[in-house]
């Protein structure tokens, strides 16, 4: 109590000191592809620097990982076939390790997928209250026009494609398909949520500012 009560004479809003009271902070994106997802994670991970206890998991970057190693057991029919989202391939499964592991040992983390799926996201809030972790979900929101301006001019590699879950032949394809597959949340999945966030290109820097804030660092700094 002596320390709230020295924040608030300190003129620390006491909803910063609150999220702070806790171990750490999971913040999980939604939204389809070319939503701006990974660039928020890549942003908030060079706003806060190499020394603070966060970490960014990005499913694309574990899918090429499990490519270059271990292809014949991503792309194994038989296997694939067994796979649902309660008992997911590595593609899923390696960013939902490195998210429990991190969060024990007090880390914040940003996991940046699509997460289309109620399931999909149930299992991180598992995956968070099992280690005392608070989780905030990231709602990405993006017009069919700007999908197909920033799908056009990013100029992308699509060797994440080839396979479940995506089995995409190209990006504006998966656009299409992440979009009719979405599901929002529900009044009770909300719930489970410190926070919700819908994200578009207008407030991207707003929202990345608050979440800085959320983690508890300097938000005087420029964004990248």
Same mark, same amino acid.
């Given at each position: 109590?002596?320390?709230?009560?020295?924040?608030?004479?300190?003129?620390?809003?006491?909803?910063?000191?609150?999220?702070?009271?806790?171990?750490?902070?999971?913040?999980?994106?939604?939204?389809?592809?070319?939503?701006?997802?990974?660039?928020?994670?890549?942003?908030?991970?060079?706003?806060? =620097?190499?020394?603070?206890?966060?970490? /960014?998991?990005?499913? %694309?970057?574990? +899918?090429? *990982?499990? !490519?270059?190693?271990?292809?014949?057991?991503?792309?194994?029919?038989?296997?694939?076939?067994?796979?649902?989202?309660?008992?997911?391939?590595?593609?899923?499964?390696?960013?939902?390790l490195a998210t429990g592991?991190?969060?024990?040992?007090?880390?914040?983390?940003?996991?940046?997928?699509?997460?289309?799926?109620?399931?999909?996201?149930?299992?991180?809030?598992?995956?968070?209250k099992a280690n005392g972790?608070?989780?905030?979900?990231?709602?990405?929101?993006?017009?069919?026009?700007?999908?197909?301006?920033?799908?056009?001019?990013?100029?992308?590699?699509? =060797?994440?494609?080839?396979?479940?879950? /995506?089995?995409?032949? %190209?990006?504006? +394809?998966? *656009?299409? !398909?992440?979009?009719?597959?979405?599901?929002?949340?529900?009044?009770?999945?909300?719930?489970?949520?410190?926070?919700?966030?819908?994200?578009?290109?207008?407030?991207?820097?707003?929202?990345?500012?608050?979440?800085?804030?959320?983690?508890?660092?300097?938000?005087?700094?420029?964004?990248?």
């Amino acid at each position: 109590m002596d320390t709230l009560a020295a924040k608030r004479r300190a003129g620390c809003p006491i909803e910063v000191f609150w999220y702070h009271a806790w171990m750490s902070l999971l913040f999980l994106t939604c939204g389809p592809t070319h939503s701006g997802k990974t660039t928020f994670g890549a942003r908030l991970r060079a706003a806060l =620097g190499e020394s603070a206890k966060f970490i /960014h998991v990005d499913n %694309d970057v574990v +899918d090429e *990982f499990v !490519k270059a190693n271990f292809n014949n057991l991503r792309t194994d029919p038989e296997v694939l076939a067994r796979r649902s989202p309660t008992d997911p391939d590595l593609r899923l499964l390696i960013p939902q390790l490195a998210t429990g592991y991190a969060l024990r040992e007090g880390y914040s983390v940003i996991v940046t997928a699509s997460h289309p799926r109620r399931v999909i996201r149930q299992s991180y809030c598992d995956i968070a209250k099992a280690n005392g972790a608070r989780i905030v979900l990231l709602r990405f929101r993006i017009t069919d026009e700007q999908a197909v301006q920033r799908i056009q001019a990013n100029g992308r590699e699509t =060797g994440v494609l080839d396979t479940q879950p /995506h089995g995409s032949v %190209d990006f504006q +394809d998966l *656009f299409e !398909k992440q979009k009719n597959v979405m599901e929002e949340p529900t009044d009770a999945e909300k719930q489970r949520y410190t926070k919700i966030f819908e994200i578009t290109e207008a407030n991207t820097d707003d929202v990345l500012r608050s979440v800085q804030d959320m983690i508890g660092q300097d938000t005087s700094r420029p964004l990248a």
